[in-house]
């Protein structure tokens, strides 16, 4: 993707460099890699801080992408099916898709031929398009031509619906074309003549709507085109209502003495510096904050005094590893949880050879009271997701800003007959010394998780700690 050869992955080794792009770059890196790194770390930041739509156009701008494509061959085309696959992301994330959802979507209509060519300058000047009456609604052209004007075939009304009341009551007869253009009728509905009399005005009446549609779309000239059969003097044809004042002279304006204004010059430098500055207003005023964003995490521990607990020396990456293999254990019991534990140490890039003690912890949580308690209930979710709109004064935010938005995600919750329960996996070591300070800390934010939980849902809600290391539960 970044050009990289294998000399340059092989020096790149040698030198102590990782291929993972979070990982830090050897003295003097390859700058083709250093490069590739970077995009890949802003690309995973853009995914993570804005919406996929967002996110995916900023990407592409920084790729430089739509140039790219308009550059190569048939570039109009490739330019203008990359805008509108962007288009399409809009949608999908509008729809509430998440980026790695959005990407699919993108995927399966590639791959599946769903989305048409386009140009990237589909309005442009000088081009003929061909339109249904349908397709010209809402358009404008300076010149337009009703084409087409065979006369159409009368053909049966096989149907009346019937649109006088709330809602419509449709009525078929039952017939079949024959050959040479007549009809052979098996049935029809009770006082179909005047069903019959009533569609067909409907029909006339849409017809008339559609000519008007047609006729009023050009913006200096209109050409009808009109048929006649033999010597008749008669029009036909879908546009043969207009024929009567074809032969009416048209009025013309009159001729501006002074001519046409000229051009004014551009002064394109100045131009140019105008647009600079407004630009820059306008990002500086989207850079605004119209809301505040924060997380459950935050707020809670925002006034909490860190305790000096005994630390096990493993880290915050020790327990998303434990997060991520419980939650795998809890979607799905018949995992092989090595195999998971395994993957899950090497994504955070821990030694293999905590592997048994990864397993040992995870075996004593999935053996516990509470574990159990989950799987028996109706429903039972993990790493469950959930965003809230709150007052800032609420969340102690209270400022400038009017509105904000509590983020958070909770490890285990199951629901029971009589209301909800509220898991907080800790990875913390426990002693007899540490645990009242340990909960005092994790207190407000378990209750964070369960007064909001108890917003959205409407039901009794309980909560708790579980501590991996003793397999405890403290109930707040």
């Known amino acids: 993707l970044f050009g990289v050869d294998d000399e340059a ?29 970077e995009l890949l770390r802003e690309g995973e930041d853009l995914a993570a801080t804005l919406p996929p739509a967002a996110a995916i156009e900023r990407l592409c701008g920084r790729l430089g992408w739509t140039a790219y494509a308009g550059a190569r061959e048939l570039g109009d085309s490739r330019a203008g099916n990359l805008l509108k696959a962007i288009a399409a992301t809009r949608t999908f994330s509008g729809e509430g898709l998440d980026f790695g959802a959005v990407v699919a979507e993108l995927d399966r209509l590639t791959t599946e031929g769903y989305i048409d060519e386009m140009s990237a300058q ?37 149907f009346s619906i019937d649109r006088r009341g709330a809602s419509a009551r449709g009525h078929w007869r039952v017939i079949r074309e024959t050959d040479n253009f007549g009809v052979v009728e098996s049935a029809q509905p009770r006082d179909w003549d005047e069903m019959e009399k009533a569609e067909k005005a409907f029909d006339d009446a849409e017809k008339t709507r559609l000519l008007y549609v047609a006729a ?34 048209l009025l013309e304006a009159g001729a501006d003495p002074l001519g046409p204004e000229p051009n004014p010059l551009r002064v394109l430098p100045a131009e140019l510096e105008a647009f600079r500055q407004q630009r820059g207003r306008r990002r500086s005023a989207s850079a605004v904050a ?20 005994e630390s096990t020396g493993r880290g915050l990456s020790w327990g998303r590893v434990l997060h991520a293999v419980l939650e795998a254990a809890m979607r799905e019991a018949s995992l092989d949880l090595r195999a998971v534990a395994a993957n899950a140490l090497a994504e955070e890039e821990r030694p293999v ?55 958070g995600a909770i490890d285990l919750v199951f629901e029971e007959e009589d209301g909800w329960v509220l898991v907080d996996y800790k990875s913390d070591a426990v002693t007899a010394g540490n645990r009242a300070a340990l909960v005092a800390f994790y207190a407000p934010q378990v209750a964070l998780y369960r007064r909001y939980w108890e917003r959205l849902t409407g039901r009794p809600t309980c909560a708790g700690l579980f501590f991996a290391h003793t397999g405890e539960t403290e109930w707040m």
């Open 216 to 249: 009023t779309r050009a913006g200096e000239m209109l050409v009808v085109s009109v048929w006649k059969q033999g010597k008749s003097e008669n029009a036909q044809g879908p546009w043969s209502a207009l024929a009567p004042f074809l032969t009416a002279d």
């Open 353 to 407: 050879a905590e592997l048994a003690e990864l397993l040992r912890v995870v075996e004593s949580v999935r053996s516990s009271a509470l574990w159990a308690r989950a799987l028996r209930a109706k429903r039972c979710l993990v790493e469950v997701p959930f965003a809230l709109r709150v007052a800032p004064e609420e969340i102690g935010l209270a400022g400038a800003l009017a509105d904000a938005l509590l983020q």
């Open 290 to 309: 119209s809301y505040a964003v924060a997380s459950v995490t935050t707020v809670a521990h925002a006034a909490a005094e860190k305790p000096a607990w």
């Open 122 to 158: 589909p309005g442009r000047g000088g081009a003929v398009r061909l339109l249904t009456v349908h397709g010209a609604k809402g358009l404008e052209a300076p010149v337009v031509i009703l084409a087409d004007p065979r006369r159409e075939r009368d053909r049966p009304i096989r």
């Open 9 to 37: 992955l092989y020096r790149h080794f040698r030198s102590g460099g990782r291929f993972s792009f979070r990982s830090a770059l050897p003295p003097d890196p390859d700058p083709r890699i250093a490069l590739a790194c």
